[in-house]
């Protein structure tokens, strides 16, 4: 039995972990179908979201390994002790780390297996982001050291680039072992929605962590704007949570038209519910969301931002920069105007991500990466 552990940093609503998921329940290792993904998280998130989502992983016969049952930052320090554990005890033959702390936690891991002369079991890492490490130079410099001839995805142009710069910034050498795998979605299935439509109005939804990374404290800004123009002709719908909460709850309570709800399992299903989704995103990896809308034929109208652009067709009609209050501000009076030829625009963002960013495609080109990594000579 050949087992892969996906690192994640918790079972929670995120790209990064969406993709873990995906593969633990598709991909196979050559024609042989002997084989175990474990998802091991450094931590519990403890909300509805995360219990459902257990269940569902669970239910597909995948077990759930937790390293920690402490706070976030206690648990960077259980974490890696935890982590040896796991190895020891389950002797992994690849471990696939996502996204920046479980990087941090696994590099621990590594040293101290090092240390105690145990080998290490084959490295792949992910890069899910297009910024590595931005505020936290020393720990990025001690995490990259750690980390020599793994097998590198990026799951865009840009998220391997920044790979690639913060190796060249520590005077590290690069991975021969390189690839760009994009993001993929399967086409939603319409399922129920808990959604408060308000069918009088046009219906916006923001989905995704409450965080500055997400452009949640720009959109804030904007929704007051908007509600003040254009007297309430829209509906938002703002679905997560994060650092920024209270500032969401606090609108919400000011205008009666933003609805709050806390993050939604299986959101692919019920995007169709809104006439748009809105990404004011910094930065991204490469933004599932942005793909899942598209899936699902809701126009995403979306910030200029690395990783987010690539999703969306050239020339889209939608796009702004954040800093420009203006610019969205035209959008949304075309948008009630109508002029805007909305199922052209379906048609074109489907027809681009269903060439580009199937579920299936990425499935396979994993399991290449997975079959390939396997049979690599230490």
């Known amino acids: 039995m050949v087992k892969i552990s996906q690192l994640i940093t918790s079972v929670q609503l995120g790209g990064a972990e969406n993709v873990a998921f995906n593969l633990a329940r598709g991909c196979k290792l050559g024609d042989s ?3 175990e993904f474990i998802i091991v998280e450094l931590y519990q998130t403890k909300n509805n979201y995360s219990k459902q989502k257990r269940k569902e992983i669970s239910s597909k016969g995948i077990r759930i390994i937790s390293l920690s049952k ?134 916006i939804a923001f989905c995704g962590r409450f965080e500055n990374q997400k452009g949640i404290d720009i959109l804030l800004k904007r929704i007051q704007e908007i509600s003040k123009r254009f007297n309430n002709k829209f509906a938002f719908h703002l679905i997560g949570n994060g650092t920024y909460m209270n500032e969401v709850n606090r609108l919400s309570s000011a205008i009666e038209s933003v609805q709050v709800y806390a993050s939604v399992p299986n959101i692919s299903d019920k995007l169709y519910a809104f006439d748009f989704i809105i990404m004011p995103s910094r930065f991204e990896g490469l933004a599932l969301l942005s793909l899942e809308a598209s899936f699902s034929k809701v126009p995403v109208i979306a910030a200029y931002a690395p990783g987010l652009t690539e999703t969306l067709p050239t020339d889209w009609p939608l796009l702004f920069h954040l800093d420009s209050s203006e610019e969205l ?50």
């Open 329 to 378: 501000m035209v959008i949304i009076q075309k948008i009630l105007n109508k002029k805007l030829n909305l199922k052209v625009l379906k048609e074109d963002a489907f027809s681009f991500v269903n060439e580009n960013f199937s579920l299936n495609r990425m499935i396979k080109s994993y399991s290449k990466i997975y079959l390939d990594c396997y049979e690599q000579k230490a």
């Open 70 to 203: 402490c706070s976030k930052r206690i648990s960077l320090i259980i974490a890696p002790f935890s982590l040896l554990i796991h190895v020891l005890k389950e002797k992994p033959q690849i471990i696939h780390s996502h996204t920046d702390l479980p990087d941090f936690v696994l590099a621990v891991c590594l040293r101290i297996l090092s240390l105690l002369h145990i080998s290490c079991p084959k490295i792949i890492r992910t890069i899910h982001n297009t910024e590595l490490w931005s505020t936290h130079d020393k720990i990025a410099r001690f995490t990259e050291k750690t980390f020599e001839n793994d097998w590198i995805i990026g799951v865009s142009e840009v998220s391997l680039k920044a790979y690639n710069q913060i190796r060249f910034k520590n005077h590290l050498h690069t991975s021969h072992y390189q690839n760009i795998i994009h993001n993929g979605c399967s086409i939603p299935v319409n399922n129920k929605h808990p959604f408060k439509i308000d069918k009088l109005k046009i219906n």
């Open 33 to 35: 179908n002997n084989i």
